[in-house]
């Protein structure tokens, strides 16, 4: 079976520094990967995904995550971040092909300091 | 605004008793996922529709049911509730293609569950 960890539960960032949200994750077989990001009393919207081909993947707002297949990671990053994206941020997984069940990591709070 | 609407917005009861939670997915969704969230435990799978048919089932309670009716709309009733039911209860939507779920969900608001 797939897991995703997500190895830092909070995470504190000056306002326009750079950040990074760490995310491995294990599977024998091929993967799906995607970022979602929950905004305080909101629901969960997707980031970012990687499907296929380039192993750096654009997302909204800013955010890329790249895929290291050797070592298993997905980590998010942005080079400056701004008040507005204080939220939690969900890494998950997906076997490839299959319809199966999405798999969440515990969440990242990012906390973005003044 | 995702397109996939929840009902209560919020909801208080007590212990012993019995609630149902409602979904509409967004339009054309075949598929529904239910998902608790809480402090704690994180974001939990519970359940997984598709037109109407149970796919997939992850950590739901024997106290807990769902299903997934003509319209595709989705109940999550849970019963005999305790303390420990306080969550935000989460309803998300897919359409997958050729059968195959590529993995973009997408979400309701939530229902917040407290058990008092």
């Known amino acids: 079976a797939q897991s995703v960890t997500q190895l830092d539960s909070q995470v504190p960032v000056f306002e326009e520094a750079p950040v990074e949200l760490r995310c491995n994750y294990s599977s024998s077989v091929s993967v799906y990967l995607f970022w979602y990001v929950q905004y305080p009393n909101q629901g969960l919207q997707l980031l970012l995904k990687y499907l296929s081909g380039s192993t750096l993947v654009k997302g909204i707002n800013g955010f890329e995550a790249e895929f290291n297949k050797s070592q298993t990671s997905f980590h998010l990053r942005k080079p400056s971040v701004h008040i507005s994206d204080t939220a939690e941020y969900f890494c998950a997984v997906i076997k490839m092909n299959r319809d199966d069940k999405i798999i969440f990591g515990k969440g990242t709070r990012l906390h973005i300091l003044p | 605004d995702s397109g996939v609407t929840q009902t209560p917005k919020h909801l208080i009861t007590a212990t012993g008793q019995r609630v149902t939670l409602r979904c509409s997915p967004r339009?054309?969704?075949?598929?529904v996922y239910w998902y608790q969230q809480s402090l704690d435990q994180g974001l939990q799978f519970l359940i997984q529709?598709?037109?109407?048919?149970?796919?997939a089932k992850g950590n739901i309670l024997e106290r807990f049911s769902a299903q997934q009716f003509p319209d595709l709309h989705s109940e999550l009733n849970l019963s005999s509730l305790e303390l420990g039911d306080s969550a935000l209860y989460f309803c998300a939507s897919s359409s997958p293609v050729g059968g195959a779920n590529t993995g973009e969900l997408f979400f309701g608001e939530g229902s917040r569950l407290t058990v008092l």
């Open positions: 339009s054309g969704d075949l598929s």
């Open positions: 529709y598709y037109n109407g048919e149970e796919r």
